[in-house]
């Protein structure tokens, strides 16, 4: 059921679909929520889920402005709390585990739980620069256009203010705002991943109840890579208390 909110001012289109408890999985940069096709999009199996487009993204228009991922996280407080009803787990990929991460760190009481998937939380945990508009391939370019309101040509507006909130560091967590989060998370990450090992480790251990899960064989589009996989650690977090362990040492 395809529908548009306002939020912040902008008229945002989501998605919504399945029943139970309510999930919003969140796109990365300059994609869409087509990207959870074919494998995320499953979950709506079990849970209801919710799939809003980001200002700039897919068919919600892009009004101007700065395109940071504090402003997105504010966008999606304001999604939580006028669409959902309330709290909901937040599903993030790439720049939308960002926005989720930071989103969790704001408003705790509107996210039950977090799967940060192939996110960072310090700019400097990317192991490539920001894009340039060259370094995007067609397909992505004409992906948008087929959905944007803004028409052809102005995804290259968006992937320039992308990358300037990058290089002004918009994005500088510390370790000892990590431990402010305190709903259960998972952190997941390809292991040849855009998002450096240490630097997911780093998440890990900084967050103060998470679970890590490293896909073999992946990279940062783990999802279309290994779908199945992902989409089974994640329905397996999200449907219940974490199993009880044996040897436990961190969560001992």
Not at 55 to 68: C, K, N
Not at 161 to 176: G, W
Not at 223 to 241: D, M, N, R, S
Request: overall charge negative; proline content about 8%.
């Amino acid at each position: 059921m395809h529908r548009y909110v306002e939020v912040n001012g902008v008229r945002t289109w989501y998605d919504e679909r399945g029943t139970g408890d309510p999930v919003v999985l969140m796109h990365g940069a300059i994609v869409d929520s087509r990207c959870f096709a074919g494998n995320l999009d499953a979950l709506a199996g079990s849970f209801r889920l919710y799939l809003p487009e980001r200002r700039g993204h897919g068919h919600t228009p892009d009004p101007g402005g700065p395109l940071s991922p504090q402003l997105m996280a504010a966008d999606t407080i304001a999604f939580l709390q006028t669409v959902v009803g309330g709290p909901a787990a937040l599903v993030g990929y790439s720049a939308g585990a960002v926005v989720a991460l930071l989103t969790a760190l704001a408003r705790p009481d509107l996210v039950s739980r977090l799967v940060l998937i192939s996110g960072a939380f310090h700019q400097n945990g990317w192991l490539l620069p920001p894009a340039s508009p060259a370094d995007i391939p067609q397909i992505i370019y004409d992906q948008h256009a087929e959905v944007s309101p803004n028409g052809p040509g102005h995804l290259t507006s968006v992937i320039e203010r992308i990358a300037a909130s990058a290089e002004a560091c918009d994005l500088a967590l510390t370790a000892a705002e990590l431990k402010a989060v305190g709903c259960r998370t998972l952190v997941l990450v390809g292991d040849d991943d855009a998002v450096s090992l240490e630097h997911t480790l780093e998440l890990y251990l900084g967050l103060p109840d998470a679970e890590l899960a490293v896909v073999p064989g992946a990279t940062h589009t783990l999802l279309i890579e290994k779908p199945q996989l992902c989409t089974g650690l994640i329905a397996t977090f999200l449907g219940g208390p974490s199993a009880p362990t044996h040897m436990p040492i961190r969560r001992a």
